[in-house]
């Protein structure tokens, strides 16, 4: 296979380079990308003006693995940068708003995207989505948390806030609920309050607290992911996970959630998710709909 591929993505020229390099042990760098191009439609819109941090890895699982927020070298001229406020001062950040970015992105060896739950448009103080990180401990799992995903679900509905599961493509489950512009405090008082609130009502298998020795045969309502510095594994990114094949953290349908019984439910290889988008579209689109966006409750 040649070394460098010069391809046109959307009237972009992208160089593709060393397209055979192993990167999880049953799966290239030229699946990864394939991957990518084929859920691009999907996820774009989870990525669209949000300032994108990634886990990248130019050897695989067999090297090392480093969190990459400033972009990464070699990034193409005319993908889009940000400068983005932190506290050593403005970082730049690639921002993902279309295809030729995200395959640019993973041919730089971008194996995961995280976001944050704001966009530039919206500023740091204008969080456009809600996410409840549910956590399994040890002794639990995804079967446990789809569990806990249906006391979260019919909380939040209580509240007038519809939310959509996702897998965190590892062993948890993200829930997302699209909110009209509001402030970091509102939304982490918020989401505090709910995951202690069930935690109280659950103790014997929820933790609302991040303490490590709580979480033995308990599921984590992780609601901290909801301050303006944290980041989410995006919808459709891969995982780093030391498998044969990379994992997806993929939207899911509530019918799944309560049917889920097993693990091996819920796994869904790279070829899977993207041949589930070809079939349903995006089971995740009403996160990115801004009919569905809602006012929190009030305090």
Request: hydrophobic residues 40%.
């Amino acid at each position: 296979m040649p070394g460098k591929v010069p391809v046109q993505v959307d009237g972009r020229a992208i160089t593709l380079s060393h397209l055979d390099k192993v990167l999880w042990p049953a799966w290239t760098k030229a699946e990864m990308i394939d991957y990518y191009a084929r859920v691009a439609d999907a996820m774009v819109p989870h990525l669209r003006d949000r300032p994108a941090s990634f886990l990248r890895g130019p050897e695989g699982m067999t090297g090392p693995l480093f969190v990459a927020k400033n972009p990464p070298p070699r990034t193409p001229g005319w993908m889009r940068i940000e400068e983005i406020a932190a506290k050593e001062g403005p970082r730049p950040h690639v921002v993902l708003d279309d295809t030729p970015s995200l395959i640019a992105a993973a041919n730089l060896y971008c194996l995961e995207i995280h976001v944050p739950q704001w966009t530039i448009t919206g500023g740091r103080e204008g969080h456009d989505r809600l996410v409840i990180d549910l956590d399994p401990g040890e002794g639990t799992g995804i079967v446990e948390c789809c569990a806990v995903a249906q006391l979260v679900r019919e909380a939040l509905a209580s509240d007038g806030l519809p939310c959509w599961p996702v897998t965190s493509g590892n062993k948890g489950l993200h829930l997302y609920a699209p909110l009209r512009p509001t402030s970091e405090a509102s939304v982490v008082a918020y989401a505090k309050e709910l995951a202690e609130r069930l935690a109280a009502a659950h103790p014997g298998f929820l933790v609302a607290r991040m303490t490590k020795s709580l979480r033995q045969g308990r599921v984590f309502l992780d609601w901290s992911q909801n301050s303006t510095s944290k980041t989410t594994s995006a919808p459709y990114t891969l995982r780093a996970t030391r498998t044969d094949v990379p994992g997806v953290s993929t939207p899911l349908t509530w019918a799944e959630v309560e049917s889920c019984t097993s693990p091996a439910d819920l796994a869904f290889t790279p070829p899977e998710v993207a041949d589930r988008v070809a079939a349903y579209g995006d089971h995740a689109a009403g996160l990115c709909a801004p009919a569905e966006a809602r006012e929190l409750p009030p305090s």
